[in-house]
């Protein structure tokens, strides 16, 4: 069945350094892919998304790109800050099903 | 717009009791509704989703059920709470093509 593979966490990063978290997915069709993040006590908000191979979806300095060849959505920043502190979950939608990595915890420093 | 109401935010229960959470859209007709739960440092897991009024599918075996008496309004619940229900507890719907949005959560300790 479909699923998702994400990076296990934590992560501690200094702040300004580069950020990348890995995220692979198993399908039978064309799924949609999406990051989500959730900051601490809160819900889950949208990050970015991408719904066809080699999209890039961007937001707040994040981006990742849906690659069809390695099944990947790997999420990257170039230089992270302290309120990026949260947990991030990649996710894939197929049909109205969604399927969710179980969330890398990210922690920058200053 | 659409937005998504979820409540309380943050509840303690004794174990036995019954639990209520009640998630509302607006601005928004016969949306796909969904409850998650996130149990402690560990990933989402789908409870139950629901496509219209009083039609519930149901993902895993548990203590808890749901309802959805109106076109806008999904209910979970449980007659008696376990330990092992303790958990962040997230609604969720679906709009077109986009991803989810998710409800702010209710924080759920049982003690």
């Known amino acids: 069945g479909d699923s998702v593979t994400q990076m296990e966490g934590p992560v501690t990063l200094s702040e300004e350094a580069f950020l990348t978290i890995n995220c692979t997915y198993t399908?039978?069709?064309?799924?949609?892919l999406f990051w989500y993040v959730q900051y601490p006590g809160e819900g889950l908000q949208l990050l970015l998304k991408a719904t066809k191979a080699d999209d890039k979806g961007s937001n707040k300095g994040f981006e990742a790109t849906y690659r069809k060849e390695t099944t990947s959505f790997h999420l990257e920043k170039g230089s992270v800050q302290v309120s990026d502190s949260a947990v991030y979950f990649c996710a894939l939608r197929s049909g109205n099903q969604f399927y969710f990595g179980t969330g890398t915890s990210l922690t920058v420093i200053p | 717009s659409q937005t998504i109401h979820q409540w309380p935010a943050t509840l303690v229960q004794p174990v036995g009791s019954p639990l209520s959470l009640e998630c509302t859209v607006e601005g928004t007709s016969n949306p796909n509704l969904y409850w998650y739960r996130q149990a402690a440092g560990r990933g989402l897991q789908l409870l139950f989703y629901?496509?219209?009024?009083?039609?519930i599918s149901s993902e895993v075996p548990q203590n808890l059920s749901a309802s959805r008496p109106q076109d806008r309004q999904f209910i979970l619940s449980s007659k008696k709470l376990l330990l092992s229900d303790s958990g962040f507890y997230l609604c969720?719907?679906?709009?077109?093509?986009?991803?989810?949005?998710f409800g702010s959560g209710t924080r759920l300790t049982v003690v």
């Open positions: 629901s496509v219209g009024i009083g039609q």
């Open positions: 969720a719907w679906i709009e077109g093509n986009y991803g989810y949005t």
């Open positions: 399908a039978t069709g064309y799924p949609s």
